[in-house]
């Protein structure tokens, strides 16, 4: 009975993890918070692959001298619920969930973060907005 049960708790976890596939594959670029430092605002992006693996990268450029700063770390494999992410250059870490047309940014539990900085210009009014953004090709 008991292999009984390891075999069939060992298919339920295949089952969920082949129900994780991503909903997307490719590299899409994206902003979450506008930036408005001196040095130039990084260009951000998710790259996911074919077997899975999730990319995340970023491109910044010194608008005083030019000089470009990269980086990109594997996240793992696809969670529709949250994946961690960890740039040792500015040592940055936030977390994020996204699907085939958006971005979130999130705690480290999955529920999405809201914040005044979340705001898009054009409702200068609101307060407290939902943090995500759009995913671009």
């Known amino acids: 009975m008991k292999k009984f049960l390891s075999i069939v708790s ?25 930036g408005s430092n001196g040095s130039g605002t ?5 790259d996911v692959k074919n077997n899975g693996d999730v990319h995340f990268g970023f491109i910044q450029v010194n ?7 990269k980086e990109e770390m594997n996240a793992g494999k696809y969670n529709p619920t949250v994946m961690k992410v960890r740039f040792k250059t500015y040592n940055e870490t ?5 699907d085939k047309d958006k971005i979130y940014l999130t705690d480290a539990k999955g529920t999405v973060k809201k ?4 705001c898009p210009v054009s409702e200068m009014a ?10 671009y090709r």
């Open 94 to 98: 936030f977390y994020v969930k996204f």
């Open 63 to 69: 608008q005083a001298d030019g000089k470009e700063t």
């Open 10 to 34: 060992l298919f339920a976890c295949l089952l969920s993890y082949a129900q994780a596939k991503a909903p997307f594959t490719g590299k899409r670029d994206f902003v979450i918070e506008d």
């Open 42 to 46: 990084p260009a951000y992006y998710v």
């Open 126 to 135: 609101e307060l407290n907005c939902p943090c995500s953004g759009k995913l």
């Open 115 to 118: 914040s005044d900085d979340c």
